[in-house]
């Protein structure tokens, strides 16, 4: 938001897009804005309004360029934890199973700790995460 009103007070303040005019008999100030930055405005409020997700953590708890791998990982978990979230992602040529939605990296590492012995390969990753649940599911 704040990069959205830094460019937009720059643009209006170099004069390229709005106009000003005074008329100072009647005390009025009319300001002509171009039609393209109130479009540019809707489509950024829009944006923001999508964007359910914010900044947290997750578990990583297999990388593996076979499928079946992390999809044996992911019901594994799923079975141990059936109230947390699991997250399977391809971002070529990997297989990602990421698990939680953490908003503390604290938080996060309570279960870390719980995985260690079922999972040897566990990373902690900052990520885009969704609302996080009330109780934590561990």
């Not at 959205?4 to 390229?16: E, M, V």
């Not at 360029?65 to 059936?82: G, H, I, T, V």
């Not at 012995?117 to 599911?137: A, G, R, S």
Request: proline letters at 6%.
């Amino acid at each position: 938001m704040k990069k959205l009103a830094c460019t937009l007070f720059a643009i209006l303040a170099t004069g390229l897009i709005a106009t000003f005019a005074q008329d100072t008999a009647k005390g009025k100030i009319t300001i002509n804005v171009d039609e393209k930055v109130n479009e540019y405005i809707e489509q950024r409020r829009q944006e923001n309004v999508n964007d359910s997700l914010s900044k947290g953590f997750r578990i990583q708890i297999i990388v593996s360029q076979k499928r079946n791998d992390a999809k044996l990982a992911k019901e594994k978990f799923s079975n141990m934890y059936p109230n947390c979230p699991v997250y399977l992602t391809f971002d070529s040529p990997y297989f990602k199973v990421r698990v939680g939605d953490y908003k503390t990296k604290l938080d996060a590492q309570a279960l870390l700790f719980k995985l260690t012995q079922d999972f040897p390969t566990l990373i902690l990753i900052e990520d885009k995460i969704n609302p996080p649940p009330v109780e934590p599911c561990y």
